[in-house]
């Protein structure tokens, strides 16, 4: 999602992980600048990440199962 500073889990059915990311670089990758793990579903918190230009949101313990951290660089390509 381009642009995106915060989150909320209003209406969510189930926990998901997030990925903050920074400005697409020139080469087309992104800085991964918070992470929150398993935000809770129905909690009605706002997650904010001030800076963020983009989140990705992944099933619960994705990030932890991919070792990914905050200063990780990732790249988002279409799905073929």
């Given at each position: 999602?381009?642009?995106?500073?915060?989150?909320?889990?209003f209406?969510?059915?189930?926990?998901?992980?997030?990925?903050f990311?920074?400005?697409?670089?020139?080469?087309?990758?992104?800085?991964?600048?918070?992470?929150?793990?398993?935000?809770?579903?129905?909690?009605?918190?706002?997650?904010?990440?001030?800076?963020?230009?983009?989140?990705?949101?992944?099933?619960?313990?994705?990030?932890?199962?991919?070792?990914?951290?905050?200063?990780?660089?990732?790249?988002?390509?279409?799905?073929?």
């Open positions: 999602m381009p642009g995106v500073t915060n989150i909320h889990m209406f969510m059915r189930s926990a998901i992980d997030c990925a990311l920074g400005p697409e670089s020139a080469d087309g990758e992104r800085e991964v600048i918070v992470i929150r793990h398993r935000l809770p579903a129905w909690t009605g918190i706002v997650w904010r990440a001030p800076g963020a230009k983009g989140v990705v949101e992944l099933a619960p313990g994705a990030l932890e199962r991919s070792a990914t951290q905050v200063g990780d660089h990732l790249r988002l390509e279409p799905q073929t």
